[in-house]
């Protein structure tokens, strides 16, 4: 088990600010923080400007990482920030905003950063490295493929569909439920035992896509079927939602995180909580009960 220090627990009531609270790991950092009694501060696109929020160190702001007049005001009366960055953190644009936003932090008084990263991806590693070299106590989260993917995200409407064609193959992957990252956040931005690590989260197992629809496919009680297509077949889908841009950028992702390198169990749950990680199964089983599957 982890074992605490009584005197690392961070007993400040300061404000952590949460980089798109609204997003999928970001919700549950809230909720979980909130539940400690720390107050919280949403900041997405999608949050309306509210400067009654920011000083009252609670509720939301609006925050754009195309623009930095946004970020002193998130800012504000904050100690500890969750970072997550849209679309991605391998996106090309990431490190520049990433170095700049932890500058503005530090000198607006924030002294702890926990921030949200991918597993197997070197293109992360700049902004990795510019939290690590911001002056604040730090926490990086690596992280494999969410299974909230299926359910809250991209593919809900595939599963929902019973077919989920995918560019991964036959490729395996360790999927992480995000309500294990939230656990694994909270625990950084409260205790100091966490600070200085980098945690790999993964789930407890492999799983290829094809295994991942059949236990999808059991919990809910219908068929759930996993079609490998190709990365050209994928970015036709793509761009009927996205610009080409986003479409390249989404596509190259996906094709480069599944192509076997992460292949591998991490026991960063494990080494961070004392515990073990949760299934695939039960997500999949507590999900199929929402009925957003049907």
Not at 218 to 239: C, D, N, T
Not at 241 to 249: A, M
Request: proline residues 5%; negative net charge; charged residues 25%.
């Amino acid at each position: 088990m982890n074992t605490i220090d009584s005197h690392s627990v961070q007993t400040t009531s300061k404000t952590t600010l949460i980089v798109g609270g609204t997003g999928k790991t970001g919700r549950r950092v809230a909720q979980g923080l909130e539940a400690k009694g720390i107050p919280v501060r949403i900041a997405s696109r999608s949050s309306a400007s509210s400067a009654s929020s920011a000083s009252s160190g609670s509720g939301a702001v609006k925050f754009d990482w195309e623009d930095e007049s946004t970020w002193a005001p998130a800012l504000r009366g904050v100690d500890a920030v969750y970072l997550t960055y849209f679309p991605d953190l391998c996106d090309p644009r990431a490190p520049e905003h990433i170095r700049a936003f932890s500058k503005k932090a530090v000198e607006c008084g924030v002294t702890r950063i926990v921030l949200l990263s991918g597993r197997g991806e070197p293109q992360c590693w700049p902004s990795e490295k510019a939290v690590r070299e911001s002056g604040a106590k730090f926490t990086i989260l690596r992280c494999s493929w969410f299974n909230q993917n299926f359910n809250e995200g991209q593919l809900l409407d595939a599963v929902r569909s019973g077919e989920i064609a995918f560019p991964a193959g036959d490729c395996a992957e360790p999927f992480i439920d995000v309500d294990d990252i939230a656990d694994v956040a909270v625990a950084a931005l409260t205790d100091d035992a966490h600070s200085g690590k980098l945690y790999e989260l993964t789930g407890p197992r492999l799983l290829t896509f094809a295994e991942a629809a059949e236990e999808m496919s059991r919990a809910a009680g219908r068929p759930i079927r996993y079609v490998p297509v190709s990365g050209e077949e994928y970015a036709k889908v793509l761009a009927e939602f996205f610009p080409p841009d986003q479409v390249k950028f989404l596509t190259d992702l996906f094709l480069f995180v599944l192509d076997g390198h992460n292949a591998h169990v991490s026991d960063g749950v494990e080494r961070a909580l004392g515990r073990k990680p949760r299934d695939f199964a039960d997500f999949a089983r507590k999900a199929a009960a929402t009925g957003v599957w049907s």
